[in-house]
């Protein structure tokens, strides 16, 4: 199985009219509401990238999208062009003071709603450690986000390690995608989340979790590394591993410092190309999932 290089991407808009104003397509409607936390604890391999342009994505596609930016860095919120606000963060709601989603801010984007980040999230770790139950506080907080109604899909960004908050997304959420980054060194990183996706599965702590998929980014077609990591990483993962695979670009490195997605800022690229079909294949995994549940 050969991986897409940024020139073999298929040129398309579907979600990039969407996105736009044009009318979205309903692939999902009906399903119960999923969720998705993008994952990894290495920093620097696409991860907020890939939670921001999924979520437009999906959201061009006609899905009801909630993004919950759960790191600190808040890079997920100035991606999408919204300000840092001082109590604006999933933090109460971790400790039980507020609502979840008295949090949500709508987007410019049809669609797409989030809930921002801010620096306050990073004393979650500490507070979080202090209290009962405490990696069960973001399941709980987003129950009422589950049972609404208002969204398809719940996507969470996680911090870049494997801490109390990334834990508490894992508790709470249905699948976790992980984005890994065309390099040596690749298998090491993932093992580790692979391993304790497992354990919460076998131990019942989130009987319901899954890996959704691996996603293969930053892929640079020129050299022979990035080939030979993605077919290393197709045989030691098979199926799991997406079809998809996202290329290095500079308009994907430019976006976030406009605060658009990238099929906003520029929508015939090939990133925007690799990150349309992406959620077309994330939602064939889900109802593939769900008719097999």
Not at 67 to 92: F, I, W
Not at 134 to 156: N, Y
Not at 198 to 206: A, E, I, S, V, Y
Not at 250 to 267: K, V
């Amino acid at each position: 199985m050969t991986a897409r290089t940024e020139t073999s991407q298929p040129r398309r808009r579907i979600a990039s009219e969407s996105l736009a104003g044009g009318e979205p397509r309903e692939l999902n409607r009906g399903v119960s509401t999923k969720v998705i936390a993008v994952a990894n604890q290495k920093g620097g391999v696409g991860k907020t990238t890939t939670a921001v342009n999924l979520a437009a994505c999906l959201a061009a596609l006609g899905q009801r999208v909630l993004l919950l930016d759960l790191d600190p860095q808040a890079n997920a919120t100035s991606g999408l062009g919204l300000e840092k606000a001082e109590g604006g963060s999933a933090y109460r709601a971790l400790l039980g003071e507020e609502a979840l989603l008295a949090r949500v801010k709508p987007t410019k984007y049809p669609n797409l709603s989030v809930i921002p980040s801010e620096l306050d999230l990073c004393g979650a770790d500490v507070e979080l450690a202090r209290l009962p139950d405490h990696l069960q506080r973001l399941d709980r907080a987003l129950a009422p986000a589950r049972e609404s109604g208002q969204f398809d899909v719940l996507l969470v960004d996680c911090p870049p390690s494997l801490g109390i908050l990334t834990l508490n997304a894992f508790t709470a959420t249905d699948y976790v995608l992980v984005p890994l980054q065309c390099e040596y060194y690749a298998l090491e990183g993932i093992s580790m989340i692979t391993r304790l996706l497992r354990q919460l599965h076998d131990t019942g702590t989130n009987p319901r979790l899954q890996l959704l998929g691996v996603l293969m980014t930053m892929f640079d077609g020129r050299t022979r590394l990035s080939p030979q990591v993605v077919s290393e990483v197709r045989e030691h993962f098979g199926d799991a591993v997406f079809e998809t695979v996202i290329p290095r670009t500079t308009r994907l490195a430019e976006a976030p410092s406009f605060g658009q997605p990238i099929i906003e800022y520029d929508p015939y690229s090939a990133g925007a190309s690799a990150y349309e079909v992406l959620a077309q294949e994330v939602l064939q995994r889900l109802q593939k999932a769900g008719t097999a549940g």
